[in-house]
């Protein structure tokens, strides 16, 4: 099975740092993200960021868990690396580059194989939905 990969990049009117402390406050994700259904953070770095956090998310078909590791290089971005969980892969990074009115140009790479079958169609769609909500989500989130 090959892994499916993909990109959306989306403007955001939220500067930089607000945009990061949304998406690092991954705890909060259920109450924004409508596929979340719990966020817990087991490990972090010494300035408080999440380093090893457990999702449970509601695919639909079924609920998927696992365990993402995250690394940094802010303020730029940030990536996460499944550590362990139902997916055979699942992995990402979000790029914030500022924008000269004040808001954040947001990509959002993900590279994931939910290692069962699903027609090759079925996976792009799933793939493009996620970047899709995410980004709308995040925006959605940072109005309120």
């Not at 259920?30 to 457990?54: F, H, N, Y």
């Not at 500022?98 to 792009?124: H, L």
């Amino acid at each position: 099975m090959a892994s499916e990969t993909g990109g959306l990049t989306a403007t955001v009117a939220a500067p930089p740092d607000v945009v990061l402390a949304a998406l690092l406050d991954v705890e909060s994700y259920p109450s924004w993200q409508t596929i979340m259904k719990s966020c817990v953070v087991r490990e972090r770095d010494t300035a408080g960021r999440p380093l090893l956090v457990d999702f449970t998310v509601d695919a639909k078909v079924r609920t998927v868990r696992y365990t993402s590791r995250y690394s940094y290089d802010l303020p730029q971005s940030f990536r996460w690396t499944m550590a362990h969980g139902d997916l055979k892969r699942n992995d990402g990074r979000y790029r914030l580059t500022p924008r000269a009115d004040g808001g954040t140009d947001v990509t959002v790479d993900i590279w994931f194989e939910v290692g069962f079958y699903v027609p090759g169609p079925v996976k792009a769609l799933i793939r493009d939905q996620s970047l899709r909500n995410s980004v709308r989500e995040l925006r959605r989130h940072l109005r309120l």
